[in-house]
């Protein structure tokens, strides 16, 4: 049984860095075709794709976040990483972890067949 568990979220300024991190149990973490990725969603949105990794560690990311985010993977530990860095309010979400199988370059919610519960990022200005 495959589950992604998210801890890292909490409360952060504005301009400032967070990291939230996603452990993976029950999946082929290191097989080539395995795909990791990190969603998030506001109140009132819809869900939105952040950054994916493949298996041999092509990182792919939303534009509202290259340059700022940065999301890897611990293949020794099966835990993925998202790197938060000069943080803006509208980064505020749920942030979700999710796992999958062959996924292409796009960061589309349907790829991905796991997912984790999620842990809120608030921002404060």
């Known amino acids: 049984q495959v589950q992604l568990v998210e801890s890292g979220g909490g409360s952060v300024q504005a301009g400032g860095s967070l990291r939230l991190s996603c452990v993976v149990s029950?999946?082929?973490?290191?097989?080539?075709?395995?795909?990791l990725a990190w969603f998030r969603q506001a109140p009132g949105k819809e869900r939105e794709g952040v950054a994916t990794?493949?298996?041999?560690?092509?990182?792919y990311y939303a534009d509202s976040v290259k340059g700022r985010f940065t999301a890897s993977k611990d293949n020794a530990r099966n835990t993925l990483y998202l790197q938060m860095d000069s943080v803006k309010p509208d980064d505020a979400a749920m942030y979700y972890c999710?796992?999958?199988?062959?996924?292409?370059?796009?960061?589309?919610?349907?790829?991905?067949?796991?997912w984790g519960q999620g842990t809120q990022v608030t921002v404060s200005s």
């Open positions: 990794i493949k298996g041999a560690g092509i990182t």
């Open positions: 029950g999946y082929g973490f290191t097989y080539r075709s395995s795909c």
């Open positions: 999710a796992a999958g199988w062959a996924c292409g370059s796009g960061l589309y919610a349907a790829d991905y067949a796991y």
